[in-house]
């Protein structure tokens, strides 16, 4: 136990939006050493079958536990819809993941009972949301939409140009009209139009940010299973990639607000 304390949390994602729940992990964890995998050379999982989402979440599950995590983190909505049970049969430490600790968060935030998702055609099509939210309110009522243009709009760097707010408006229109008093940003890419998309649902929509329900979900499980890393130092942050390392280097650190070291090719 003495040993696995210190050891790092595992984080991976189809590419680099999973960086939100990194950035959110440093702040509520800062002691935490963490290793990111993105699978920039297969990336975007969103539009791939179920077999082949599994797959690479295989994969990448091997590679991180070879690195001796304590504990993975599903930062991909689309591995965490329909490939989280892969996931978790295939690694001997606790796994989290995006989808259930958003769930969770909405239904603590919901007034009305009414809940908007947006997410990727997969994880909207995968229903796997509205199960999670179901299996702890049955009474609440979901909308979704799928949003497949937000990622290459984020991935852009077109976090405010006119062409995403007029995308943002046809896409938030439907879900808008229910009501609703709740939003879940079902993609990692999707805090980083936070502002954007708030201004658009208005002060009265509460928007719940995957990253940040994932990181009080982890430092919650830490805690629980006093794997907390005691030492008081500087972390280690490490990231690995599948492909083009330079690129991600520069949109990572759009996507955590800070510059990072060496970023590592690896083939899986």
């Given at each position: 136990?003495?040993?696995?304390?210190?050891?790092?949390?595992?984080v991976?994602?189809s590419?680099?939006?999973?960086?939100t729940?990194v950035?959110?992990?440093?702040?509520?964890i800062?002691?935490e050493?963490?290793?990111?995998f993105?699978?920039?050379?297969?990336?975007?999982?969103?539009v791939?079958?179920v077999?082949t989402v599994?797959?690479y979440?295989?994969?990448?599950?091997?590679?991180?536990?070879?690195?001796g995590?304590?504990?993975l983190v599903?930062?991909?909505?689309?591995?965490?819809?329909?490939a989280?049970?892969?996931?978790r049969?295939?690694?001997?430490?606790?796994?989290?993941?995006?989808?259930?600790?958003?769930?969770?968060s909405?239904?603590?935030?919901?007034?009305?009972g009414?809940?908007g998702?947006i997410g990727t055609?997969?994880t909207i099509?995968?229903n796997?949301?509205?199960r999670?939210i179901h299996?702890?309110?049955?009474?609440?009522?979901?909308?979704s939409?799928?949003?497949?243009?937000f990622v290459?709009?984020?991935e852009?760097g077109?976090?405010?140009?006119p062409v995403t707010?007029?995308t943002?408006n046809?896409y938030l229109?439907?879900v808008?009209?229910?009501h609703?008093?709740t939003l879940v940003l079902?993609?990692t890419?999707y805090p980083?139009?936070k502002?954007?998309?708030?201004?658009?649902?208005?002060p009265?929509?509460?928007l719940?940010?995957s990253?940040e329900a994932?990181?009080d979900a982890?430092?919650d499980?830490?805690a629980?299973l006093?794997?907390?890393?005691p030492?008081?130092?500087?972390?280690?942050y490490s990231?690995?990639?599948?492909?083009?390392?330079f690129?991600?280097?520069t949109m990572?650190?759009?996507?955590?607000?800070r510059t990072?070291?060496?970023?590592?090719?690896?083939?899986?």
């Amino acid at each position: 136990m003495a040993d696995m304390i210190r050891q790092p949390i595992g984080v991976f994602d189809s590419g680099v939006g999973g960086l939100t729940v990194v950035r959110a992990l440093m702040e509520r964890i800062p002691f935490e050493d963490i290793i990111y995998f993105g699978d920039t050379a297969r990336v975007p999982y969103g539009v791939k079958s179920v077999e082949t989402v599994t797959q690479y979440a295989v994969e990448i599950t091997d590679f991180l536990l070879k690195k001796g995590v304590k504990l993975l983190v599903i930062a991909c909505n689309t591995v965490a819809a329909v490939a989280g049970d892969a996931v978790r049969s295939r690694s001997p430490m606790p796994v989290l993941d995006v989808i259930d600790a958003g769930a969770r968060s909405a239904v603590r935030e919901t007034r009305s009972g009414h809940i908007g998702v947006i997410g990727t055609p997969a994880t909207i099509n995968s229903n796997a949301y509205a199960r999670a939210i179901h299996a702890l309110d049955p009474a609440t009522r979901i909308f979704s939409q799928a949003c497949p243009l937000f990622v290459p709009l984020v991935e852009e760097g077109w976090l405010d140009h006119p062409v995403t707010r007029i995308t943002a408006n046809e896409y938030l229109k439907p879900v808008l009209a229910e009501h609703l008093d709740t939003l879940v940003l079902g993609c990692t890419h999707y805090p980083l139009l936070k502002p954007l998309l708030g201004e658009i649902a208005g002060p009265e929509v509460h928007l719940v940010d995957s990253g940040e329900a994932m990181a009080d979900a982890t430092a919650d499980l830490l805690a629980e299973l006093h794997l907390g890393n005691p030492r008081r130092e500087k972390p280690s942050y490490s990231c690995y990639v599948s492909d083009v390392p330079f690129r991600f280097q520069t949109m990572a650190e759009r996507f955590l607000g800070r510059t990072i070291g060496h970023v590592e090719l690896v083939k899986l």
